[in-house]
């Protein structure tokens, strides 16, 4: 596997856990948690790269990069309203938590190609590159969305293929060529 490859495949675990930890229903916990996999990420691009880490060097690198991020701050404390607040907060931490990873991981993969550290990184220069990152960011966690609801139902239809076996309106030669169709959808 390429280094690049190996990369993206960090990169896009990472953006399902932010996803996962921007739905968190309590209040800034879920922006803790969403920094705290941000900063694992960018310690495994890191060795990837065979770039030096640091817990301080990594924080100063994703700070630069999103700042305050009042949109994922807003997002999180939108969470407080009881009831419908927690949904509405919950789906937009996650999107906003998502394309935030996918911005910092790209722009760590860029940053390192090109032989920088955690210690020589042009601070504005970054930032830009991190806001287009982001854009593209929030097409990528839709689209993983998109992936997700996807298996799901392939994943439901299997389960009624089976059932139809089972209850003997499918032979077992018609189940195994309905499902081998099913599985190369995914």
């Known amino acids: ?42 310690q495994q691009l890191a060795r990837l790269y065979q770039v ?6 990594g924080k100063a690198f994703v700070s630069a990069l999103t700042g305050t991020t009042i949109a994922r701050l807003g997002a999180s404390l939108v969470k407080a309203i009881p009831g419908i607040g927690t949904i509405i907060g919950g789906a937009s931490m996650a999107l906003t938590s998502g394309a935030s990873t996918y911005a910092v991981g790209q722009v760590a993969i860029n940053h390192f190609s090109n ?17 287009s990152a982001f854009e593209k960011g929030k097409s990528y ?36 060529a309905k499902k081998k169709q099913l599985l190369e959808r995914l």
């Open 141 to 176: 966690v839709s689209d993983l969305e998109n992936e997700k609801d996807q298996a799901a139902n392939i994943y439901q239809a299997l389960e009624k293929l089976g059932k139809l076996k089972e209850m003997g309106v499918l032979t077992e030669e018609e189940f195994q």
């Open 52 to 57: 030096d880490y640091s817990q301080s060097t």
């Open 115 to 131: 032989s920088g550290s955690l210690n020589n990184f042009a601070e504005e220069q970054l930032r830009k590159a991190y806001d």
């Open 1 to 42: 596997m390429s280094q690049r490859t190996e990369a993206e495949a960090i990169i896009r675990t990472h953006v399902l856990w932010a996803m996962g930890g921007g739905l968190i229903p309590l209040p800034l916990v879920d922006f803790a948690a969403v920094t705290a996999i941000q900063l694992e990420m960018l």
